[in-house]
Nanobody, 127 residues
């Protein structure tokens, strides 16, 4: 029902900024909670951020709180992750995720709670 395509990854120096985009297709985009996960080399997949279907509520992992901002452009079916003050430990493959809003738990921070995943985009932060 939903197809997700990430873009915007790349190489950036520590302290720099990067903006990731996730283009979502499908008529039901507005009915999905959207989020971002990341997976660093040798590490488990990690929750990053999530935004409500209407875009009014967000939640962040402690590791990125105050540095990253998730937003969504509903008319254009796009979700963003603005990353500032990047650190080498932010290096990872970042995945855009989507979850049907018919859930009882907020915020969803576990991988298995999401129904759709993008292909991932690599973010590398050099020291």
């Amino acid at each position: 029902q939903v197809q997700l395509v990430e873009s915007g990854g790349g190489l950036v120096q520590a302290g720099g900024s990067l903006r990731l985009s996730c283009a979502a297709s499908g008529r039901t985009f507005r009915n999905y909670i959207m989020g971002w996960f990341r997976q660093a080399p040798g590490k488990e997949r990690e929750f990053v951020a999530v935004i409500s279907s209407g875009g009014g509520v967000t939640y962040y992992a402690d590791s990125v709180k105050g540095r990253f901002t998730i937003s969504r452009d509903i008319p254009n079916n796009t979700v963003y992750l603005e990353m500032n003050s990047l650190k080498p430990e932010d290096t990872a493959v970042y995945y855009c995720v989507a979850e049907r809003t018919d859930i009882s738990r907020w915020p969803p921070t576990q991988s298995h709670e999401y129904d759709y995943w993008g292909q991932g985009t690599q973010v590398t932060v050099s020291s």
